[in-house]
């Protein structure tokens, strides 16, 4: 690829979400083997001379970069930035005892970004040549010029340590990990056993950014996600049962915990919805086991404390800071410099270092989470929360690796102190209001606690509340804490994010079922 003099393809510029920022692209070619049965073409794919040419791409800029950043400002602005990303990801489906897909792609580009009255202006290629580039940033800056920038003044370089990198390792090992998992998920479940679906991806992805503050940060990031769903059936009745494992991380995370340990747990949780018996709707006292995960911290909580939705006037806990928002029992924190989590880091999609942040201190709103464009409305510096699904995007406000931090109770005692209520072991899928903290989230795997004990597991139940209510309401925090990945989806982005809760005990909540 010629850098500097690739032919200009045709330009789309669109008007788009409530920001009102303007995004300019120029089109794209993807490169992916979809059910791919030839390992050998995948695994043979140029992967070297994809990595050549981007490493060009990052030379240009590193070289170029003022030159671009000076244009994006020809026309006055606060800001303005340079995003390259290279990635490639790897994603095998194991069915029906066999291998059913595997995805194998690379992608890379370059987004511009121009943050002028605080509105946001936004231009990608995949075609990144210096050309192009300046014909973006010329378009975003409505003039053809020079402005003011600073140049290498901080660079922050970080990456991820693997013992086993996906990146040296043949297809042959994701696919025996996946035929473990089915194997044991079999063995685990019999003839009840009708379906185990196993997957397995894993993804490096390289960014850069440069920014008009002088600032150059760069980071590699290696991330495993795998997760087994078994579906077991006996007399017409059919349940499913779901577990995962994933971080920043290489393949070793499979030698910390063996791709046997997530098949079993899958399946015997859908064992156990199999003989359950319908959850009673009503008001109860509930405790959440710290192995359901943050889910309900993520949904009900974490969104609302964001600052792009406390700034637009959505989230419950605006104006807040100062107040007491919870019981004196709860402190949440994010924290993207924990090692090995789904939602970890180095630095932000915008080139912001790794933070922890103490949100909530015994039941008190400390702060929100900001991204540069939020904190430059209030004066304040970026938490390190602003990121992107890849560089087709600007970067947005979100969470990263977000906990309620462990108590003082045993988890056992709290159960034993409970007279009557529901014990959820584990969390499915949820929604929250933003603008009024009420949620609705799936109950996977729950039972009925009588006089201080577990009595038998309850299926079809869904758990109703408020976020803030919730959290007033805490009030047992169980000295453990259980961690869960995920992808959370916000604004047509989805991010990899860690969630986390110690077991806790919640005065009241609606729990939706079928027996009254």
Not at 2 to 29: G, M, Y
Not at 35 to 42: I, M
């Amino acid at each position: 690829m010629d850098l500097h003099n690739f032919k200009q393809p045709s330009l789309e510029v669109n008007l788009f979400n409530q920001q009102e920022e303007k995004r300019i692209f120029f089109p794209a070619v993807a490169k992916t083997f979809q059910n791919s049965k030839n390992w050998a073409l995948v695994e043979s794919y140029p992967f070297l001379k994809v990595l050549n040419t981007m490493e060009k791409v990052k030379e240009l800029l590193l070289s170029k970069g003022g030159y671009i950043l000076s244009t994006l400002l020809s026309n006055g602005g606060q800001y303005a930035e340079i995003f390259f990303e290279h990635s490639r990801t790897t994603r095998v489906h194991y069915e029906n005892g066999k291998v059913d897909k595997v995805l194998h792609g690379f992608d890379g580009g370059v987004g511009l970004r121009l943050i002028k009255d605080f509105k946001v202006y936004y231009g990608y290629t995949n075609e990144p040549t210096l050309s192009n580039l300046l014909e973006i940033a010329k378009v975003l800056a409505k003039a053809d010029g020079q402005g003011p920038v600073n140049w290498g003044l901080i660079k922050r370089v970080g990456t991820t340590d693997v013992k086993i990198d996906p990146d040296q390792t043949p297809l042959s090992y994701r696919v025996e990990i996946l035929e473990r998992a089915n194997q044991k998920a079999r063995e685990v479940g019999g003839d009840k056993v009708k379906q185990v679906q196993a997957v397995l991806m894993d993804k490096t992805r390289e960014i850069l950014v440069i920014n008009s503050l002088g600032e150059i940060g760069e980071d590699t990031q290696k991330r495993v996600v795998f997760f087994v769903e078994t579906v077991v059936g006996e007399n017409g009745n059919l349940q499913r049962g779901y577990e995962s494992l994933g971080g920043l991380v290489g393949f070793e995370i499979f030698e910390q915990t063996p791709p046997e340990v997530i098949a079993e747990k899958a399946t015997r949780r859908a064992l156990t919805m199999l003989k359950a018996k319908p959850a009673p709707a009503g008001q109860f006292t509930v405790v959440i086991s710290s192995e359901a995960g943050g889910t309900m911290i993520h949904e009900a909580v974490g969104h609302g404390l964001e600052a792009d939705l406390v700034q637009k006037g959505i989230s419950v806990y605006a104006g807040k800071i100062g107040q007491k928002v919870a019981s004196e029992l709860v402190t949440v924190i994010d924290d993207a410099t924990l090692p090995h989590h789904n939602g970890s880091f180095s630095i932000d999609d915008e080139g912001v270092p790794a933070q922890k942040k103490v949100l909530i201190s015994e039941g008190v709103l400390q702060g929100y989470m900001y991204d540069r464009l939020t904190a430059m409305r209030e004066g304040k510096q970026s938490t390190g929360n602003g990121r992107r699904q890849s560089y087709r995007f600007a970067p947005i406000v979100r969470m990263t690796n977000t906990y309620i931090a462990p108590g003082k109770d045993n988890p056992q005692d709290i159960i034993a102190d409970t007279k009557k209520g529901i014990y959820i072991v584990k969390m499915g899928g949820g929604e929250v209001n933003t603008t009024t903290g009420d949620f609705v989230f799936e109950v996977m795997e729950a039972y009925l606690i009588e006089n201080g004990k577990i009595t038998y597991p309850i299926r079809g139940a869904t758990l109703i509340g408020n976020g803030p209510k919730a959290l007033q309401d805490v009030e047992a925090v169980g000295n453990d804490l259980g961690w869960s990945i995920g992808t959370c989806g916000k604004d047509g982005q989805g991010v990899p994010v860690t969630d986390a809760q110690p077991t806790l005990r919640i005065k009241k909540l609606t729990l939706g079922g079928t027996e009254v």
